[in-house]
């Protein structure tokens, strides 16, 4: 007889051979890799072959003895529609990207400018705008003072870049002023600087899409009944876009940032070229129409004016939480790109006050059109009307997608304090193209409903922003004092940089006292009151993973053979079903008691029929028992429920597991179709500690899953 052949498609590992590590076996490896080995006879008497049937498709590969790998074809599901979800998101999101691919999706300095820089970079469009609604309350001669209040303005801004270009080095892994705070002032000053950032950051998202969209209106007045329909659609937009990863949304936004940032340099030099070199016009134009007073020019008009302009100041602080999606020397390309950043802003933000005052440029109280549109209406004219509509569209372009700078940062922050137990875990979890997607989910709905709640009105969304800002920073700073004071033995420039830090932290915390009281009764009580009830929930979260790692316990021996296993499995009728789940039942334990619920006498009678033929057929297996249980008010559940409580109180030294046997139906509609006990059993089953649950699913025969083989 001539010797066993294998065939081309067999490995050159032979199956077959066990591990002494307790791990799989190698054949379990095989039939895994190659699937299961077929036998066919060849052409002479007692030849056989034997070869590996090839899977349609490869779900794993082979890294080490051992270890196998997911490939992205494990990731497809069974049945078509959830294939047709699986595609669809393949195309919206993109091919999954392998976790050995994360230092790929690094940003360069330039991308990353653009994602982190945009929020602050967009606040041009609308900080001056703001100083200039409040101002006018005390009469058109009052806007002189927007000037002195943008370079005060100006001055914050360059303290706070050097606050946080001392931040960077110190803290590389990001984390910013959550990190800072919860490191070097304790647990609750950090849960309050990440509350009072999400917050911020979930508002950023409604103000950059609502002014983006007003820009828009601005441009076509007859869009301004689709308000909330385009804000929703942006931000939808901006989701997916997120969810494709850093890497790719960096590229995305890249060209709308740097496109405003040149127009807006382009509006700037034309701007002032134009009045002071061709026309001749003061610092200070003549506002027309004259507008009356309302209230008189106090200190507390300035400190209001002075508070709404600094939500130019928003996401200066982004670059410091999301120094690890540099790429490498991560600190020195953060500090880089956080200089451009804080210098562009200036520059900026100096140029369209400039405008604003030599023009003369009045806000409207509706918004519509915006200050930035005025300017630019004012300085592209004659031969240069045509870079108006492009300007505006610029102004769309960076205000909408200046929400990425949330969309980077929240999704982060979130992952870190679920990375500390303040939030569920699942925000700690990269999703197929390696972003955090819930994360990012999560700060998309928020947005959206802020956005409808308050109809899109920027001025009113305005008003809630830069409160929690400006409390993230004092809290930074304030931790970065403390942080040199702890190593002013073995840092030489500790002094200096304490220094910095603490003239940062008094600054801030003097703005964020002035920005809450001055916008206290126009919103800001909204940011104050949910600052503390967000560092509550924080707390209530981790205390519910702590108390579950210390109480989580199923008394179980730790040694197999000290495991005695006690089995209840609910019947309803003797069919096919039900003998292979009390079959399987009695492959695991000697003492197996099937439960039947009477609710119908009839229906009982019969069961209990069958049940005695049935047990005939099996006299020498005496370890499953039938109990009826007759339940005079037809309930199904409490009854079953009260003696498995009883049964467990009972033989406390056994382990009780109950089988339910589960019929899986085809289509989501069909479960309508039976009673759902089993599912009701199982939930209730769950709240009742040291009681396992065993579910048998039950497939109907023509609706199985596409590979899977049925054998009698």
């Known amino acids: 007889m001539s010797p066993l052949h294998a065939s081309e498609d067999k490995p050159e590992h032979q199956p077959g051979k066990g591990q002494q590590d307790g791990s799989m076996a190698t054949d379990d490896f095989d039939v895994i890799l190659f699937g299961p080995m077929e036998e066919r006879s060849g052409s002479r008497l007692g030849d056989r072959r034997v070869r590996m049937v090839l899977p349609a498709r490869q779900p794993f590969h082979r890294l080490k003895e051992g270890t196998l790998e997911a490939t992205e074809s494990a990731e497809i599901p069974e049945g078509r529609m959830r294939q047709a979800t699986y595609w669809l998101k393949r195309a919206l999101i993109g091919v999954p990207i392998a976790t050995a691919r994360a230092d790929n999706e690094r940003l360069t300095k330039f991308k990353a400018l653009a994602v982190l820089s945009s929020d602050a970079i967009s606040s041009v469009a609308f900080a001056t705008e703001a100083i200039l609604i409040n101002l006018v309350a005390a009469g058109s001669s009052a806007l002189v003072w927007t000037l002195p209040i943008s370079l005060v303005i100006l ?27 919860r490191e070097n002032l304790g647990v609750v000053p950090g849960l309050v600087a990440a509350a009072a950032l999400m917050i911020d ?27 909330i329909p385009m804000d929703l659609t942006l931000v939808l937009l901006m989701m997916v876009l997120n969810l494709r990863g850093i890497r790719e949304s960096g590229t995305i936004f890249a060209l709308p940032t740097y496109f405003f940032i040149v127009s807006a340099f382009l509006l700037i030099g034309l701007g002032l070229t134009k009045a002071y070199v061709f026309h001749h016009q003061p610092l200070i ?47 020195r390309n953060a500090s880089i790109t956080l200089t451009w950043m804080a210098c562009i802003l200036g520059a900026l933000f100096l140029g369209v006050t400039l405008l604003a005052m030599t023009y003369a440029v009045q806000a409207e109280p509706s918004g519509n059109p915006t200050v930035i549109a005025k300017i630019a209406s004012d300085v592209f004219t004659g031969p240069l009307v045509f870079l108006f509509p492009i300007f505006q569209l610029s102004v769309l372009g960076i205000l909408t997608l200046s929400a990425e700078t949330s969309f980077a940062d929240f999704p982060r922050l979130a992952s870190l304090l679920a990375r500390d137990k303040f939030l569920p875990l699942m925000f700690s979890f990269r999703g197929d193209r390696l972003a955090f997607s819930s994360g990012i989910i999560a700060l998309a709905v928020l947005s959206a409903i802020l956005l409808i709640f308050f109809n899109g009105d920027t001025n009113a969304l305005i008003n809630l922003f830069a409160v929690g800002v400006f409390i993230a920073f004092t809290l930074s700073q304030s931790g970065m004092v403390v942080h040199w004071w702890r190593l002013r033995t073995s840092q030489k420039s500790w002094r200096r940089s304490m220094i910095i830090n603490g003239t940062g932290a008094l600054t801030t915390a003097l703005v964020a006292l002035v920005v809450a009281t001055m916008k206290f009764l126009e919103g800001a009580w909204i940011v104050v009151i949910l600052i503390p009830l967000m560092v509550w929930l924080f707390l209530s979260i981790s205390r519910h993973y702590h108390l579950v790692e210390q109480e989580r316990t199923f008394d179980l021996p730790l040694r197999p053979q000290d495991i005695h296993h006690r089995i209840i499995v609910p019947i309803d009728r003797l069919d096919r079903a039900t003998i292979q789940s009390l079959a399987y039942a009695r492959s695991i334990a000697t003492h197996v008691t099937a439960v039947h619920v009477d609710v119908d006498e009839e229906h009982t009678d019969q069961m209990r029929a069958d049940w005695e033929r049935w047990q005939k057929q099996i006299p020498e297996d005496e370890g499953i028992h039938l109990l009826i249980i007759a339940s005079p008010f037809r309930s199904l559940v409490r009854p079953l429920l009260a003696y498995i409580d009883i049964i467990h109180q009972r033989h406390p030294e056994a382990i009780l597991t109950v089988i339910l046997p589960e019929f899986v139906v085809s289509h989501w509609w069909e479960y309508l179709l039976h009673n759902q006990t089993a599912l009701r059993l199982k939930t209730s089953l769950l709240f009742r500690p040291g009681i396992a649950v065993l579910n048998l699913p039950q497939h109907l025969r023509n609706h199985m899953p596409a590979g899977t083989a049925h054998r009698e």
């Open 285 to 331: 134009g003549h506002f027309v129409p004259v507008v009356q007073s309302i209230e008189p020019l106090t200190i507390f008009v300035l400190l209001r004016s002075f508070a709404t302009g600094c939500s130019a100041m928003t996401g200066v602080e982004a670059i410091s939480n999301g120094i690890p999606i540099f790429r490498k020397p991560e600190t």
């Open 155 to 181: 001055a914050l801004l360059i303290v706070v870049t050097l606050s946080y270009r001392q931040t960077i080095p110190a803290y590389p892994n990001g984390g910013g002023s959550y990190t800072v705070a």
């Open 201 to 227: 950051y979930v508002l950023n998202v409604a103000v950059c899409v609502a002014a983006g969209v007003h820009n828009v209106i601005s441009l076509f007045p007859s869009l301004q009944s689709y308000v």
